[in-house]
Protein backbone atom coordinates (compact mmCIF):
# COMPACT_ATOMS: atom_id res chain seq x y z
CA UNK A 1 0.00 0.00 0.00
CA UNK A 2 1.73 2.91 -0.99
CA UNK A 3 2.24 5.97 1.46
CA UNK A 4 3.53 9.60 1.63
CA UNK A 5 4.01 11.69 4.64
CA UNK A 6 3.58 15.35 4.21
CA UNK A 7 5.31 17.13 6.49
CA UNK A 8 3.50 20.27 8.10
CA UNK A 9 4.62 22.87 10.99
CA UNK A 10 6.16 19.59 12.60
CA UNK A 11 3.49 17.62 12.45
CA UNK A 12 3.63 14.77 9.96
CA UNK A 13 0.41 13.99 7.77
CA UNK A 14 -0.15 10.36 6.23
CA UNK A 15 -2.11 9.90 2.96
CA UNK A 16 -2.65 6.19 2.50
CA UNK A 17 -3.33 4.99 -0.88
CA UNK A 18 -6.03 1.76 -0.81
CA UNK A 19 -6.20 -0.41 -3.21
CA UNK A 20 -8.48 -3.00 -4.22
CA UNK A 21 -8.20 -6.05 -7.19
CA UNK A 22 -11.12 -8.15 -8.05
CA UNK A 23 -10.17 -12.10 -9.42
CA UNK A 24 -12.38 -14.77 -10.87
CA UNK A 25 -10.97 -18.46 -9.77
CA UNK A 26 -11.97 -20.96 -12.50
CA UNK A 27 -10.81 -24.19 -10.86
CA UNK A 28 -11.02 -27.62 -11.93
CA UNK A 29 -13.31 -30.43 -10.36
CA UNK A 30 -10.66 -31.66 -8.21
CA UNK A 31 -9.70 -27.92 -6.82
CA UNK A 32 -13.52 -27.31 -6.32
CA UNK A 33 -13.53 -30.69 -4.01
CA UNK A 34 -10.44 -29.97 -2.14
CA UNK A 35 -12.01 -26.29 -1.59
CA UNK A 36 -15.47 -27.56 -0.28
CA UNK A 37 -13.25 -30.37 1.83
CA UNK A 38 -11.47 -27.73 3.09
CA UNK A 39 -14.13 -25.52 4.16
CA UNK A 40 -16.12 -28.49 5.88
CA UNK A 41 -13.38 -29.30 7.75
CA UNK A 42 -12.29 -25.94 8.89
CA UNK A 43 -16.56 -25.23 9.94
CA UNK A 44 -16.55 -28.63 11.84
CA UNK A 45 -13.26 -27.82 13.72
CA UNK A 46 -14.25 -24.28 14.94
CA UNK A 47 -18.27 -25.96 15.78
CA UNK A 48 -16.11 -28.91 17.83
CA UNK A 49 -13.45 -25.90 19.28
CA UNK A 50 -16.72 -23.32 20.41
CA UNK A 51 -18.95 -26.61 21.98
CA UNK A 52 -16.10 -27.87 23.78
CA UNK A 53 -14.67 -24.94 25.12
CA UNK A 54 -18.69 -23.88 26.61
CA UNK A 55 -18.90 -27.28 27.61
CA UNK A 56 -15.50 -26.62 30.03
CA UNK A 57 -16.44 -23.07 30.82
CA UNK A 58 -20.07 -24.59 32.26
CA UNK A 59 -18.82 -27.60 33.97
CA UNK A 60 -15.66 -26.62 35.37
CA UNK A 61 -15.59 -22.19 35.16
CA UNK A 62 -12.27 -22.73 33.38
CA UNK A 63 -11.33 -22.42 29.67
CA UNK A 64 -10.10 -24.99 27.78
CA UNK A 65 -7.22 -24.79 25.01
CA UNK A 66 -7.66 -27.23 22.37
CA UNK A 67 -5.82 -27.38 18.76
CA UNK A 68 -6.20 -29.43 15.79
CA UNK A 69 -3.96 -31.70 16.28
CA UNK A 70 -6.17 -33.52 18.69
CA UNK A 71 -9.08 -33.80 15.89
CA UNK A 72 -6.86 -35.04 13.57
CA UNK A 73 -5.94 -37.97 15.72
CA UNK A 74 -9.85 -37.96 16.63
CA UNK A 75 -10.83 -37.96 12.59
CA UNK A 76 -8.45 -39.41 9.97
CA UNK A 77 -10.26 -37.81 7.52
CA UNK A 78 -9.49 -33.87 8.60
CA UNK A 79 -5.88 -35.01 7.38
CA UNK A 80 -7.40 -34.63 3.45
CA UNK A 81 -7.14 -30.99 3.64
CA UNK A 82 -4.42 -28.60 4.78
CA UNK A 83 -3.35 -27.89 7.59
CA UNK A 84 -3.14 -24.56 7.34
CA UNK A 85 -6.62 -23.95 6.98
CA UNK A 86 -7.46 -25.92 10.34
CA UNK A 87 -4.87 -23.80 12.17
CA UNK A 88 -6.60 -21.14 10.63
CA UNK A 89 -9.97 -21.67 12.54
CA UNK A 90 -8.25 -22.32 15.43
CA UNK A 91 -6.15 -18.84 15.97
CA UNK A 92 -9.56 -17.42 14.41
CA UNK A 93 -11.20 -19.19 17.78
CA UNK A 94 -8.53 -17.84 19.89
CA UNK A 95 -9.03 -14.03 19.04
CA UNK A 96 -12.83 -14.45 19.87
CA UNK A 97 -11.78 -15.34 23.49
CA UNK A 98 -9.74 -12.46 23.52
Known amino acids: MPCRVFPNNGIDYIHME ?3 YKFRLYPT ?6 ML ?8 VW ?15 KLRLTS ?4 KRKFEW ?8 LCGAWSSEQEERG
Open 78 to 85: LKEVDSLA
Open 18 to 20: HRS
Open 68 to 71: PAIY
Open 29 to 34: EEQKTL
Open 47 to 61: NRMIAEAKEAYETTG
Open 37 to 44: KTFGCVRF
